[in-house]
């Protein structure tokens, strides 16, 4: 009750202002017991001079006063104080702040994911500007590892539930060998160059069949499947003048089989490993199943007779 009893003491002090701030003075300076005890005891007729004097007093010994309990690593002022601070700060402000805070931080959702991911992509693609506004609604579970480069801009909406597992061929005759005049069962045939192997580079699968009814079993029907220089191999001059050498490599440049299903689907069981390096008039030089297994008159003008159909 010391501040309060100030104005009761002085009542003869007509200074109201001057003795608020003596008030606040005393309360600021927190001052012990003795030095209350000395400032009431004043007299009530002392001037307001005089009281003030005494309170500068009391406060230069204030001054002088160390503080109880230091600050042991006092920080630095702040040299930017904040000018608007926060009302309500942080009761629990986290222990390891973000060293570059968001220039323009996001939004936060107003419906977050209750079942967040527990393993997060590391490294996020960036999202989709045109999104599928009619989105698939049951995706493949398992998608394929090895997906079409150029998948079709027009799929067929309603495609046939068994397809054909051997599609339909068609065969062009286009060149024969052999015989006498190169005729083959009753025909001469020689498409030549440019349109053998117009046929043949535009054809869905780059297989060229060649016929031997004189020949064994096994060399009857013979499937020529191109692998490489699709469009410009000349397949003409080739079936013709048979050599092997770079660029016509068996099992590398071409695989030859012994049926149609196995040279659409490459199958092991029905391909020839080996051509030995002899050339020919006609196809297919000294080629066989297995290296060293040699047949005579199988092979080109050997065979007596000879035709060749270009797949289209």
Known sequence: HVVDTIPTIIPTLNHGDEIEQIRADIDQMKLDLLDIKLLLAMKANETMDELKEYLDMLHS?????????????PTDPTSEPTVDPTDDPTQDPTSDPTEEPTIEPTVPTADPTQDPTKDPTQEPTAPTIDPTADPTMEPTLAPSDDPTECPTEDPSFDPTESPTPAPTTTWVEALTLGGSNNVYNGKSIDMYSMAFNSIFRNSAYHIIKRECD???????????????????????????SWSIGDGNQVLKD???????????????????????????????????????????????????????????
């Open 214 to 240: 004189t020949c064994s079993e096994d060399f009857q029907y013979l499937y020529y499947r191109r692998m490489t220089d699709l469009q410009s191999f000349d397949a003409y001059s080739y079936m013709r």
């Open 61 to 73: 010994r204030v001054q002088l006063r160390p503080t109880s309990s230091p600050t042991l690593s």
């Open 254 to 312: 071409f695989m030859i089989f012994t049926s149609m299903q196995g040279a659409l689907t490459k199958n092991a069981d029905d391909l020839w490993y080996s051509c030995d390096a002899t050339n020919s008039t006609g196809a297919f030089g000294h080629c066989h199943r297995w290296p060293g297994e040699v047949e005579p008159c199988q092979y080109g003008l050997d065979a007596k007779d000879e035709g060749f159909d270009a797949m289209n």
